[in-house]
C-alpha cells in the first residue's frame, strides 16, 4: 500500500519565478492538505482540497495557488518566488469519511536563491 | 488565534530515561490533538486524542488529554537513540476538513 508521494524531492528556483509541486495521497484517501515548514518551525496550513474544489485556506497570499484531480493527486503552485518562500512543503492526505487522521508525504524542499 | 505551544523546546536524556512532552492549546471549535514524530522530512502519526482523561498507548510511547486543562502530554518510557526525533502536536478543528495547527515542535536527542 503505497503511502503518500511527493515530487519532486528538492528544487532551487530564483526570486520571480514560479514553482509546481506535485502530490498522491495514500490510497483510499480522497483530501489532501497542504502545509509549509520552514526551518526549525511546525508545519503551517496553506490549503486543503476535496472534491477538486479548495475547502479550507491558511493565512496564505493568492500567490500559493493549488488544484486536485480526478484521481485525488493535487498541485500546489506557487508565483513570483519570494527569499522567504524557501522551506519544507508537506502534502498530507485523509479520508473524508474517516476520523481524519493526516497521513504526510516525505516533502519538497524548496530553495529560493 | 489559534495557538498550539509546546515545551521543552528541545531536551536531551540518556537511553533508558523517561521523558516528557508538553502541549498546549487554545483553538477555536477544538475537535482533536494529534501527536507527530518527524526524523528527516514526513511526520509519522503517532495518537490522535479525541476524549480527555483516556490513555493512548503504543508500545514505550502513551499520551493523554485534558479538554479542561487544554493540553496534552506524550511520555516516552526507557528512551532508545532511535527516539531522537522533533515531536510535533497539532490541533485539529470541528469543521469539515479538519485543518491542522502545529506547535513548533520540541527537539528530543537520546544519548547512547
Known amino acids: 500500500d503505497a503511502g503518500v508521494t511527493q515530487s519532486p524531492t528538492h528544487l532551487i528556483k530564483t526570486r520571480g519565478q514560479q514553482v509546481t509541486l506535485r502530490c498522491s495521497p495514500k490510497?483510499?484517501?480522497?483530501?489532501v492538505s497542504w502545509y509549509q515548514q520552514a526551518l526549525g518551525q511546525g508545519p503551517q496550513f496553506i490549503f486543503q482540497?476535496?472534491?477538486?474544489?479548495?475547502?479550507q485556506r491558511g493565512n496564505f497570499p493568492d500567490r500559493f495557488s493549488g488544484h486536485q484531480f480526478p484521481n485525488y493527486s493535487s498541485e500546489l503552485n506557487v508565483n513570483a518566488l519570494l527569499l522567504g518562500d524557501s522551506a519544507l512543503y508537506l502534502c498530507?492526505?485523509?479520508?473524508?469519511?474517516?476520523?481524519?487522521?493526516?497521513?504526510f508525504g516525505p516533502g519538497t524542499r524548496l530553495t529560493v536563491t | 488565534e489559534d495557538k498550539v505551544v509546546q515545551s521543552p523546546l528541545s531536551l536531551v536524556v540518556h537511553e533508558g530515561d523517561t521523558v516528557t512532552l508538553n502541549c498546549s492549546y487554545e483553538?477555536?471549535?477544538?475537535?482533536?490533538l494529534l501527536w507527530y514524530k518527524q526524523e528527516k522530512k514526513a511526520p509519522t502519526f503517532l495518537f490522535m486524542l479525541t476524549s480527555s482523561g483516556i490513555e493512548k498507548k503504543s508500545g514505550r510511547l502513551s499520551s493523554i488529554l485534558d479538554k479542561k486543562e487544554l493540553f496534552s502530554i506524550l511520555n516516552i518510557t526507557a528512551t532508545q537513540t532511535g527516539d531522537s526525533a522533533v515531536y510535533l502536536c497539532?490541533?485539529?478543528?470541528?469543521?469539515?476538513?479538519?485543518?491542522?495547527?502545529f506547535g513548533g515542535g520540541t527537539r528530543l536527542m537520546v544519548k547512547p
Open positions: 497539532a490541533a485539529s478543528k470541528g469543521n469539515a476538513g479538519n485543518m491542522l495547527t
Open positions: 498530507a492526505s485523509s479520508w473524508n469519511r474517516g476520523k481524519n487522521e493526516q497521513y
Open positions: 482540497y476535496y472534491e477538486e474544489e479548495e475547502r
Open positions: 483553538v477555536t471549535n477544538f475537535r482533536s
Open positions: 490510497s483510499g484517501h480522497d483530501t
